[in-house]
């Protein structure tokens, strides 16, 4: 194995040729298609929120432990050390491939908390509320563990690419055997990044303490200890992002230089605005708020969109929840305008709201997490909370079935059998052409019509064109004119939450928690072993009834579509009291919230 010296040298220059993200294509989609919201749950959107939170499974770096839950996944990540010392094993792989860039990652788990901390009722009365926050934790973990010190923060682990030649691009294994035949046998730490006073990245470290804050409220009353814990992390990170400002954008650091391509930064004031919010929430400070404000002013050119880059509409939202200053409902309202009829952004003919062609669906979905809140702050029946949660359910409906299949893995009619997932087609205990030519490898990945060996249950795919097409094909990981069949952490995130939302809409009591009886993870292979040995009464891993504690009456809304307008929001988790914040003054110029 090289040493750490050399892996860092500057000759590894990653600026990849062969994996280059696509420009996106024209968007053509121009129809606006009239929905009726049904008045009962046209799917079991219970149960796409338990395979939700499957996916994550199998996108887990690191030491699973004796409770694995699928068969074809194990520990990896072996060599993934820092070189002080971090464990940089765990947290999550990004979509196909192992790589761990900072960015997308901690932007995941952060709404992975916020899913928790609005709909958390929901999750809990479908027994999915242990699961939701250990899922947070697996990555808020993570970046904890990425803390080096009072100055460096490891914000990337992984290569990509050296030049043109792919490194975890061009690997087709598991992630269970990298360490054996990665290209050039050359390890993660190789690429890894520190972020510092001289190499600063703003939008990682505001994400990072967004995760951590966030989380921190998900668990403030269950364990107190590890929330205060991840609380004086978030605000040190928050610290760091706000005193030296800067873009990984600018970065002259060679192992910065790859995700330029396939995770370009727009701003980081968004970021610092969304971190600075999560800690007036969780400390009511309002130094907090006032920074919040400072920021939103800086990022209000970009409310237009929700995703791993852009962070202000969810910054409105939080703030609106807290505080109930108009200021920020506006925000939300300025952002959702652009998404419903006569908006900006216009759907495809079968009704896909259509922003961009890469990751149409997750886009969609995240437009329908922010909507599907703030509907509920409003009150659901109110007149602009029915026509939120109509845009909402058009859009999560054609993702389950409504466009005539359903573009999440393992559900649905006509589900998609070849996502573009490396490890479900290639696992460590069924691996046919383990030890061949990685050149071998990805002709038969991409090319072969062999199904995924193992079911990635949950995925949401990356979506239609913006002509409605689909193709079932590996070869299809890039936007093409006719679909993305990649799969991502971020595509699933706000997804999770808007099953969540669609169950508290339609009420708990209509729906019966999902379980992984009768799903098939694997363990029935000659090749799996050591299957987890779940307790007698466990009833979420198990075909087990009667459990106490899946009892829909957990949820406080048993009954559709009558959750009440929230007066102050009050999370579930951490039982805060809301602090009315000093009152901005604000003016809507356009669709943009201007700050005076």
């Known amino acids: 194995m090289a040493p750490l010296s050399l892996w860092f040298a500057s000759s590894l220059l990653l600026t990849s040729v062969l994996a280059q993200e696509p420009t996106d294509l024209p968007n053509l989609a121009n129809s606006t298609v009239p929905y009726n919201l ?3 749950a046209k799917y079991d959107y219970a149960e796409v929120l338990h395979k939700s939170f499957l996916f994550y499974h199998a996108q887990r770096s690191g030491k699973l432990g004796p409770n694995r839950r699928l068969a074809w996944r194990g520990d990896s990540c072996f060599v993934c050390s820092g070189p002080n010392g971090e464990d940089l094993s765990g947290g999550y792989y990004e979509a196909a491939n192992t790589m761990k860039w900072g960015l997308p990652l901690a932007y995941t788990v952060t709404q992975l908390a916020f899913n928790v901390y609005v709909f ?14 250990e899922g947070a934790k697996w990555g808020a973990d993570y970046l904890v563990n990425c803390i080096s010190g009072p ?35 050359i390890m993660h730490p190789a690429g890894l990044a520190y972020i510092n006073s001289t190499n600063p990245s703003s939008e990682i470290l505001g994400e990072s303490a967004a995760t951590l804050t966030a989380t921190s409220l998900i668990y403030a009353d269950t364990d107190q200890t590890y929330s205060q814990t991840l609380l004086e992390h978030a605000k040190d990170l928050y610290t760091r992002a706000s005193t030296h400002l800067g873009s990984y954008m600018q970065s002259t650091h060679p192992n ?13 004031t968004d970021e610092l605005a969304w971190s600075a919010a999560w800690l007036y929430v969780a400390t009511k400070d309002q130094t907090y708020l006032d920074q919040a404000n400072n920021w939103i002013r800086n990022a209000s050119a970009h409310n237009d969109e929700y995703s791993w880059d852009e962070k202000l509409p969810a910054v409105y939202l939080l703030l609106w929840m807290e505080t109930k200053n108009q200021t920020y409902a506006a925000g939300v309202e300025a952002f ?3 998404f419903l009829p006569g908006g900006q952004w216009k759907q ?18 995240n437009a329908g997490f922010i909507a599907m809140a703030y509907a509920k702050t409003l009150g659901y029946q109110s007149t602009n909370g029915t026509k939120y949660v109509t845009f909402a359910a058009q859009q999560i409906n054609y993702m389950l079935g409504d466009c005539g299949r359903s573009w999440v893995v393992g559900f649905g009619n006509d589900s998609p059998l070849r996502p573009y997932h490396k490890s479900s087609y290639n696992s460590f205990i069924d691996y046919p052409m383990r030890g061949q030519s990685n050149d071998v490898q990805e002709n038969d990945f991409l090319n072969s019509n062999t199904t995924n060996r193992f079911i990635l249950y949950g995925a949401l795919e990356g979506g239609p064109a913006w002509n409605d097409t689909f193709k079932d094909d590996r070869s299809n990981y890039e936007y093409t004119d006719t679909c993305s069949n990649r799969v991502t952490q971020d595509y699933n995130a706000a997804f999770t939450g808007l099953n969540a939302a669609m169950v508290d809409y339609y009420g708990a009591s209509n729906f019966k928690p999902f379980t992984d009886c009768g799903l098939d993870l694997g363990w029935s292979h000659p090749n799996a072993s050591n299957p987890p040995q779940w307790p007698a009464d466990d009833c979420y891993h198990t075909c087990n009834t009667g459990c106490s504690n899946l009892a829909a009456s957990n949820s406080s809304n048993n009954n559709p579509h009558t ?6 929001h009050k999370s579930g988790a951490a039982g805060l009291a809301v602090g009315l914040g000093t009152a901005l003054v604000g003016t809507i110029v356009g669709s943009v919230v201007a700050f005076a």
């Open 256 to 268: 910065l230089q790859t995700v330029k391509t396939w995770y370009p930064s727009s701003i980081y």
């Open 120 to 133: 958390g009722d929901a999750m809990k009365a479908m027994n999915e509320i242990n699961e939701a926050k």
């Open 38 to 40: 049904p008045s009962s």
């Open 151 to 185: 100055e460096n923060f490891v914000g990337q682990l992984g290569v990509s690419a050296i030049n043109t030649t792919d490194i975890d691009f061009g690997y087709f294994g598991p992630p269970e055997e990298y360490e054996m035949w990665v290209p050039d046998k």
């Open 563 to 568: 959750t009440a307008p929230d007066t102050g």
């Open 336 to 338: 959702l305008s652009g």
């Open 348 to 365: 495809t003919a079968k009704g896909l709201v259509y922003q961009e062609g890469w990751g149409s669906l997750s886009y969609a979905a």
